[in-house]
């Protein structure tokens, strides 16, 4: 494999990395053009390896989207309708948000992960209460809700900063922050694709903020559609910034686009060979954050597979229940057991770890892939 990563070209990058230097904006370019797909993996392997072995993480979580109702309009979103009452438009009531969580009470859940629309009516008491009611219902589950997009939403809404909005919500009993949202930083694709909610340095600096306040949060960066390859490796460059500044960040997560039923139909969805090689590069490029995410309810659970042998040692979760990618024509299923998941990590020679949303390791790749807990569709 080392002649074929010197005849692809990338011999002075694997020098840099074995000597632990920081690679370039010029050398995320470089990577993403290279052909030789499989060099690229073994170099984005060996990072991840150095960091991870062979475990792959994954937590046992729930999605919930306690509204649809949102008066942006991102030309990728199939989930979103602009108004209470639009056709498909729902908002959950507090009650039936927190049935979601209470139906789940024989489940070793150690997560919420909660992404809304941007809700022009509802109170700032509704998201208060949202998180208090999870947390009376079970007092230890981590509550990840609300990406930065929203909490600048709620801040020009109730004439608040975004500072007083984040630590209204830690009291109520946020734990950290989603990665959703971020979309590419670049202004030209965002002023395409996503020109009324907040900009990437309002974004960036929630997550700083966030930090700052001792919590963890993640970045996405949704590809394929009509971004270039220097805006994602731009996207990148940002994103290592921030940690250099303020450490936060657990994971970096790229999300495939997925074009059914929204704006940007036309566009095809990115190739497999993009999903791998893009996850490559995030790996090679963030040095600093610890996780490279495949969300495998994008990706395919096929190529997620594949995707551990591409820097990826994140496989997200359980993630029941989720509509965003569903709406967007994502054929993988919406959830699976600890089961499923265990199994597809272990037939791609890789070593399950359940993890909580800090990384603590819950179940090792030592126990034996009982089912923990069971699916329920609802
Ligand atoms: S991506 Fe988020 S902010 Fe944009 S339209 Fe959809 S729900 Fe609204």
Not at 46 to 64: A, M, V
Not at 350 to 365: A, C, F, H, K, Q
Request: include cysteine; charged fraction near 25%.
């Amino acid at each position: 494999m080392h002649g074929r990563v010197a005849a692809a070209g990338l011999q002075d990058v694997a020098d840099r990395l074995d000597a632990g230097e920081r690679l370039s904006f010029e050398d995320g370019c470089r990577l993403f053009a290279c052909r030789d797909l499989l060099a690229l993996g073994f170099l984005a392997n060996r990072e991840r390896e150095k960091r991870h072995g062979g475990r792959t993480y994954y937590n046992f979580n729930i999605r919930l989207e306690a509204t649809n109702v949102c008066v942006a309009s991102c030309l990728f979103c199939s989930f979103a309708r602009l108004k209470p009452g639009d056709p498909g438009s729902y908002t959950m009531s507090l009650e039936q948000a927190w049935d979601k969580l209470r139906h789940r009470a024989h489940q070793p859940l150690t997560e919420v992960h909660v992404v809304n629309g941007l809700h022009p009516d509802l109170p700032f008491d509704y998201y208060i209460e949202l998180l208090r009611g999870f947390k009376r219902i079970r007092p230890g589950i981590h509550l990840k809700c609300f990406t930065a997009v929203e909490i600048a939403f709620f801040a020009d809404l109730y004439g608040m900063t975004d500072e007083q909005v984040l630590r209204a919500l830690q009291d109520a009993g946020l734990d950290s922050l989603p990665g959703g949202g971020a979309e590419v930083f670049a202004e030209r694709v965002r002023r395409k694709i996503c020109h009324d909610k907040c900009g990437a340095d309002r974004y960036l600096a929630i997550h700083r903020l966030a930090h700052g306040l001792g919590m963890r949060s993640n970045i996405t960066m949704l590809y394929g559609h009509i971004e270039t390859l220097e805006e994602r490796v731009d996207h990148m460059v940002r994103t290592r910034a921030l940690q250099d500044l303020s450490g936060g960040l657990q994971a970096f997560i790229p999300l495939a686009f997925h074009p059914d039923n929204n704006q940007m139909r036309k566009l095809p969805p990115p190739t497999a060979a993009d999903t791998l090689r893009t996850h490559a590069v995030a790996r090679l490029m963030l040095d600093n954050i610890p996780h490279i995410k495949g969300f495998w309810i994008a990706t395919g659970v096929e190529v997620a597979q594949v995707l551990l042998w591409f820097g990826v040692d994140d496989l997200d979760g359980t993630v029941q229940e989720e509509k965003i990618y569903h709406m967007a024509g994502a054929r993988t299923p919406e959830a699976m057991t600890t089961t499923d998941i265990r199994r597809l990590i272990r037939a791609a020679g890789r070593e399950p770890v359940e993890r909580d949303t800090l990384y603590n390791v819950i179940t090792g790749p030592e126990a034996p892939d009982q089912p923990i807990g069971t699916m329920v569709t609802m």
